[in-house]
């Protein structure tokens, strides 16, 4: 498998950037995630991208862009990775799948995943779930920007 460049500062100065224009546009709160998550999609490690949001005791799929559909679309809380950030309010990075028993596979490709909390109002009311197709696809930098970003997100997600 040919290497793929991770994110960067730069990077994701740039995506952060375009976030705020997207956000200045207008959109109603569903188009925004919408856009949000195919925006994402785009980066060469981020092979499949998910927006949940909390409902009662569940996770909720409410948008997602990649490849294929998951069947994960509701997820208890506390439950895999994504469950297991949502209860806990800590972003995971997973560095190789195959190596935490939390892991609900979607799809046979995912070798790496990171999942960001994201808050308004004090408490987690959604999630950014993001699949790589390489292990340790995602570093320290991936976090920063993207719990950046789910502050930025996150009014749109209550």
């Not at 290497?3 to 952060?16: D, F, H, Y």
């Not at 490690?45 to 409410?62: A, F, I, Q």
């Not at 939390?102 to 909390?117: D, G, K, N």
């Not at 970003?149 to 749109?156: D, N, Q, V, Y």
Request: hydrophobic share 40%.
């Amino acid at each position: 498998m040919k290497s793929q460049p991770r994110m960067n500062r730069e990077r994701a100065k740039e995506l952060l950037g375009e976030l705020d224009l997207l956000i200045q546009r207008g959109q109603p709160p569903a188009a925004l995630r919408k856009s949000v998550v195919q925006m994402l999609n785009l980066e060469p490690t981020y092979s499949w991208v998910g927006l949940y949001l909390v409902k009662g005791e569940d996770l909720r799929l409410d948008c997602w862009s990649g490849p294929a559909p998951t069947t994960h679309t509701s997820i208890p809380l506390g439950k895999g990775i994504c469950g297991f950030a949502a209860k806990s309010g800590r972003t995971e990075i997973v560095s190789d799948v195959s190596k935490d028993p939390r892991y609900l596979q979607c799809f046979a490709s995912t070798r790496s995943e990171i999942v960001v909390p994201v808050f308004h109002d004090g408490k987690v009311v959604a999630e950014i779930d993001i699949d790589g197709d390489l292990t340790n696809a995602h570093s320290s930098i991936d976090r920063e920007f993207l719990e950046a970003l789910a502050a930025r997100i996150s009014r749109f997600c209550a």
